[in-house]
C-alpha cells in the first residue's frame, strides 16, 4: 500500500474557526484526494488533485479548499467550521502514470468534531 | 451519471459458510468497480476491481466477486467467512467522465459469529 499519512489523526474544534488537515504520501503518486465518510453515505469526494497546483472539486465541496504546492503533500481546510462538517475525513492517493483503471490507496483518517 | 448500491446495510453469516455481500450499479458506459473493506478506527484496504475480461475477479484474503452484466451486480463473495472477515465493506465505481474519482456505496457491516 502506499504510504500515506494524515494529521492530526483526531481534532476537535470549535464552529467558526479555521481547520487545516494534512496528508502526506510518500509514494510519488500523482493524485490525490480528500473524501469525507458520514454514516448512510459511505464516502463523498470532496475535492481532488491531479497534479501540482491542480484541483479540482467533487461531490460535496462547499466549505472547503485545498492546496497541492508539492506532489506528497495535500491540504484540506476548512475555513470557518460548522457542526455539518464533523466527519471522518480520508486521504487517498493514485499513481495518475498509467492508462490503466488505478487503485486508490487511502490514508488512516482524521476524525474531526465541531462543537 | 453512475452510482452503485448496497442494498444490505447488515449481513450476518456464521463462521464457515459462505458470504454474499451484494453491490448494483447503474453507468451509462462501461463500468470499472471496486469493493474495498474498512476494519474499525482504519482505512480502507483495496479488495480487487473488475475492469474487463473474466466475470470472476479474485482479491485480497480469498475474497471474489462476480460480475454480471445483465443483472448490473457486482457481488462480493467468500468460500468460507472467518471472524476476522467482520468489517464494513465497500463497493464503488469509477467516474465515467475519465477522471480517476470513485463513488462509493453506503457500505455493509458484515459481522461472522463464531
Request: proline content about 4%; aromatic content about 12%.
Amino acid at each position: 500500500d502506499a504510504g500515506i499519512t494524515q494529521s492530526p489523526r483526531h481534532k476537535v474544534t470549535e464552529t467558526g474557526t479555521p481547520v487545516t488537515l494534512r496528508c502526506h504520501q510518500t509514494e510519488n503518486h500523482r493524485y490525490m484526494y480528500w473524501y469525507r465518510q458520514d454514516p448512510g453515505h459511505g464516502l463523498r469526494l470532496i475535492h481532488y488533485s491531479y497534479g501540482v497546483k491542480d484541483t479540482d472539486k467533487g461531490e460535496v465541496s462547499d466549505g472547503y479548499s485545498v492546496s497541492r504546492s508539492k506532489t506528497e503533500d495535500f491540504l484540506l481546510t476548512l475555513e470557518s467550521a460548522t457542526s455539518s462538517q464533523t466527519s471522518v475525513y480520508f486521504c487517498a492517493t493514485s499513481s495518475g502514470q498509467t492508462r490503466e483503471v488505478e487503485t486508490q490507496y487511502f490514508g488512516p483518517g482524521t476524525r474531526l468534531l465541531v462543537l | 451519471a453512475q452510482s452503485v448500491a448496497q442494498p444490505e446495510d447488515q449481513v450476518n453469516v456464521a463462521e464457515g459458510n459462505p458470504l454474499t455481500v451484494k453491490c448494483t450499479y447503474s453507468v451509462s458506459g462501461n463500468p470499472y468497480l471496486f469493493w474495498y473493506v474498512q476494519y474499525p478506527n482504519r482505512g480502507l484496504q483495496f479488495l480487487l476491481k473488475y475492469i474487463t475480461g473474466d466475470n470472476l475477479v479474485k482479491g485480497s484474503y480469498g475474497f471474489e466477486a462476480e460480475f454480471n452484466k445483465s443483472q448490473t451486480s457486482f457481488h462480493l463473495k467468500k468460500p468460507s467467512a472467518l471472524v476476522s472477515d467482520s468489517a464494513l465493506y465497500f463497493c464503488a465505481v469509477r467516474d465515467q467522465t475519465g477522471a480517476n474519482n470513485l463513488f462509493f456505496g453506503t457500505g455493509t457491516r458484515l459481522t461472522v459469529i463464531p
